[in-house]
């Protein structure tokens, strides 16, 4: 663990990682916790946790032995300091060893020139960023104007109904011009939807405040009162009369089909 403390430039939540792996190796650095375990210990999400064990294992602080039916095998495995070289090669050739300098042997080129990598920097720490786990659409549309577009019955316009949407909720709300184009969606569409007003059109227009139509009265047939079964209350009762043949005539309708 120490060499992690020394070593490691990640950022917090990486560095954490690695910590609660180191921390439960054995001595040969071998650990199997549970991803569960290890995204608990270093306060993130899971997924994070296995983006951050790519990075690991591309930087070589990490071996992963993904084992069937059991849990995968990890291994901390600090990477091997490369030599940092000072000054300049005071000897590119040995003279003692049997070179003929004047056989045309450029010294200079005998030796290869040390391939120098630039060593990690503990002061900046790698970022990894943790993946969104709300991803927003490309338009980056809100929830509500999501939920309004799908129930209004006609898609066209769409830009054109997003600009208007956002003027439209700071009058009336999200929450009732959803209502209002739920309940007058039948209504927009019942002559067809070339008859049906563009989105936008409905939002400048301020639709949502438009009063709902009383649905029409379907007509139904003549009722005769030979038809009627007859009253059998007192004559005089003209309220249970009246009762009598208003229930008649529904009778008569339903059986008709006129009503339901």
């Given at each position: 663990?120490?060499?992690?403390?020394?070593?490691?430039?990640?950022?917090?939540?990486?560095l954490?990682?690695?910590?609660?792996?180191?921390?439960?190796?054995?001595?040969?650095g071998?650990?199997?916790?549970?991803v569960?375990?290890?995204?608990?210990?270093?306060?993130?999400?899971?997924?994070?946790?296995?983006?951050?064990?790519?990075?690991?294992?591309?930087?070589?602080?990490?071996?992963?032995?993904?084992?069937?039916?059991r849990?995968?095998?990890?291994?901390?495995?600090?990477p091997t300091?490369e030599?940092?070289f000072?000054?300049?090669?005071?000897?590119p050739l040995n003279?003692?060893?049997?070179?003929?300098?004047?056989?045309?042997?450029?010294?200079?080129?005998?030796?290869?020139?040390?391939?120098?990598?630039?060593?990690?920097?503990?002061?900046?720490?790698?970022?990894?960023?943790?993946?969104?786990?709300?991803?927003?659409?490309?338009?980056?549309?809100?929830?509500?104007?999501?939920?309004?577009?799908s129930?209004?019955?006609?898609?066209?316009?769409?830009g054109?109904?997003?600009?208007?949407?956002?003027?439209?909720?700071?009058?009336?709300?999200?929450?009732?011009?959803?209502?209002?184009?739920?309940?007058?969606?039948?209504?927009?569409?019942?002559?067809?939807?070339?008859?049906?007003?563009?989105?936008?059109?409905?939002?400048?227009g301020?639709?949502?405040?438009d009063?709902?139509?009383?649905?029409?009265?379907?007509?139904?047939?003549?009722?005769?009162?030979?038809?009627?079964?007859?009253?059998?209350?007192?004559?005089?009762?003209?309220?249970a009369w009246?009762?009598?043949?208003?229930?008649?005539?529904e009778?008569?309708?339903r059986?008709?089909?006129e009503?339901?």
């Amino acid at each position: 663990m120490s060499e992690v403390w020394e070593s490691a430039a990640y950022d917090q939540t990486a560095l954490l990682v690695l910590l609660a792996l180191a921390d439960q190796a054995n001595d040969r650095g071998a650990c199997w916790p549970a991803v569960s375990t290890l995204a608990g210990r270093a306060r993130c999400s899971e997924r994070h946790v296995r983006a951050i064990f790519k990075v690991l294992e591309a930087d070589g602080w990490l071996a992963i032995e993904h084992r069937s039916g059991r849990a995968s095998l990890y291994t901390v495995t600090p990477p091997t300091p490369e030599p940092q070289f000072r000054g300049e090669v005071s000897s590119p050739l040995n003279p003692s060893s049997g070179v003929n300098w004047g056989s045309g042997v450029n010294p200079s080129s005998a030796t290869p020139e040390p391939q120098f990598r630039t060593p990690l920097n503990p002061s900046s720490p790698r970022t990894i960023k943790e993946p969104s786990r709300n991803r927003q659409s490309a338009s980056n549309d809100s929830e509500e104007f999501i939920e309004w577009w799908s129930a209004y019955p006609r898609k066209v316009g769409k830009g054109a109904a997003r600009k208007a949407y956002k003027t439209a909720v700071k009058k009336a709300g999200s929450p009732a011009l959803l209502a209002a184009i739920r309940d007058q969606a039948p209504r927009l569409m019942a002559k067809g939807a070339e008859f049906c007003p563009h989105p936008a059109t409905w939002l400048n227009g301020e639709r949502w405040a438009d009063e709902t139509e009383a649905p029409e009265t379907p007509a139904r047939s003549q009722v005769y009162e030979r038809d009627m079964r007859p009253f059998e209350g007192d004559p005089d009762d003209v309220e249970a009369w009246s009762e009598h043949r208003r229930a008649e005539r529904e009778r008569i309708w339903r059986e008709r089909g006129e009503i339901a």
